[in-house]
């Protein structure tokens, strides 16, 4: 696989990058250029990844002029971008036409994008294809306050488009707010329009459960929009700091082909393409799995899909590249993923019977942390993972007692 002289261009500096890159180093032994605004503690002092720092990477003009840069010093290569947050897809996807020339870049249309990144948007494609979703209110702000819910307190509270409500930072801001009451709401609306969010919100019913009740499943779609791979997870556990509530902190590959074929089909008619992350919760007065968004990027933990067997680099590459016909499948294989200690997934999963499910997949070595790779592992980097694990035992004593 040599002959091949790879570079992975991947966009931002969290695990997501490093799982991407690990992916790419594991199939191909080859070393990923990161670029971003700044280094985080999952990326740093790591072997497998090269760092080319951009401040104001978040900028249009600057994205492209950045990837022209890095194009011509690469020019003997195949670059493949990746983006491994929101906002640098979009900006990939924006600028589709013009890094095609210089990049692999295994991305949608915009238009396509467009209809799933708008949550409005997407849960009216939700309904014509049959996919549950909770009950929900689109909030716009012309609407001054002046509205009424036609279900029950308690809500979840979230913006229509993360991307710009994630440029409009505040102190206290929250990826997704959990909200009891009326006049609870109404402030923080009032407080999220002023600080220069102009898109809609999306108020939902909030679905009961625990962790437990998440799912995810990702997915890769091929260059010809046909479903290749699929992967379904139980979220038994995520992170509850306010800006990482909805990330995944640990999860059991799951089946359920129904649901997986529906979901296919819906990808496939809208012509998809490239890596997704749909985010599910099942409702249990129902026995539905309600639909919250579909990631137009990899997930958070898209590691233990190669942890598993199927390497997503590989797919890329092979899909891509080499242009090999790829089967569909839906991975059946018991696994387990975390990206937390041990000792906080035992602690905090309530469901006694996953909990030794967890523990037989680790015994059995079935298991996989999406930082620990011991062909990047010197002392600095061992130690700040130790730090971090210590630090994920006092985060989750601090929010979940």
């Known amino acids: 696989m040599e002959n091949l002289n790879l570079l992975p261009v991947l966009l931002a500096s969290d695990i997501n990058v490093y799982s991407m890159a690990r992916a790419f180093h594991e199939e191909y032994n080859v070393q990923s250029l990161m670029v971003a605004r700044r280094l985080s503690g999952p990326v740093m002092n790591s072997k497998i990844l090269r760092y080319w720092e951009e401040k104001e ?5 600057v994205f492209l002029e950045t990837m022209k840069k890095i194009y011509e010093e690469n020019k003997d290569k195949t670059l493949i971008v990746i983006g491994c947050a929101d906002h640098y897809v979009r900006l990939v996807v924006e600028n589709k036409e013009a890094l095609k020339g210089m990049y692999v870049v295994p991305y949608s249309d915009k238009e396509v994008l467009d209809n799933i990144v708008l949550k409005e948007t997407f849960y009216s494609l939700c309904s014509k294809y049959n996919l549950d979703y909770a009950k929900t ?4 702000k012309e609407m001054n306050l002046d509205f009424t819910l036609d279900f029950d307190f308690p809500v979840v509270l979230k913006p229509s488009d993360s991307v710009s409500y994630n440029k409009n930072s505040f102190e206290g801001q929250h990826k997704v707010y959990f909200i009891d009451n009326m006049s609870d709401l109404k402030d923080t609306l009032k407080t ?5 969010y102009e898109d809609n919100m999306i108020i939902q019913e909030r679905i009961p459960g625990d962790d437990s009740a998440m799912y995810d499943l990702q997915v890769y779609v091929g260059s010809d929009h046909k479903v290749k791979l699929m992967n379904f997870g139980n979220v038994l556990l995520e992170e ?3 800006k990482g509530i909805g990330s995944n902190a640990a999860t059991l590959v799951d089946y359920n082909e129904e649901l997986m074929k529906k979901i296919q089909v819906f990808l496939e008619d809208i012509g998809y393409e490239g890596l997704a992350d749909c985010d599910l919760k099942y409702d249990y007065r129902d026995g539905t799995y309600k639909m919250f968004e579909i990631n137009i990027r990899q997930g958070r933990s898209h590691y233990r899909v190669t942890g598993g067997g199927d390497n997503l680099a590989k797919y890329i590459v092979e899909d891509y590249v080499l242009h090999k016909e790829l089967p569909l499948k839906f991975v059946k294989d018991e696994y387990f993923w975390h990206v937390v200690p041990l000792g906080v997934v035992y602690k905090y999963i ?5 909990v030794k499910k967890i523990k037989r997949l680790v015994k059995e070595g079935k298991v996989c942390h999406s930082l620990y790779y011991n062909k990047d592992m010197s002392l600095k980097r061992w130690i700040y993972l130790k730090l971090r694990d210590f630090n994920q035992h006092k985060k989750y004593k601090e929010h979940l007692g």
């Not at 209110?137 to 716009?140: D, G, Q, S, T």
């Not at 999220?192 to 220069?196: A, L």
């Not at 309530?350 to 996953?354: A, H, M, T």
């Open 57 to 61: 990477l978040d900028d249009s003009k």
């Open 137 to 140: 209110l689109v909030y716009k």
């Open 192 to 196: 999220i329009y002023g600080h220069g």
């Open 240 to 242: 509850h700091t306010p």
């Open 350 to 354: 309530k469901d006694e019977e996953k």
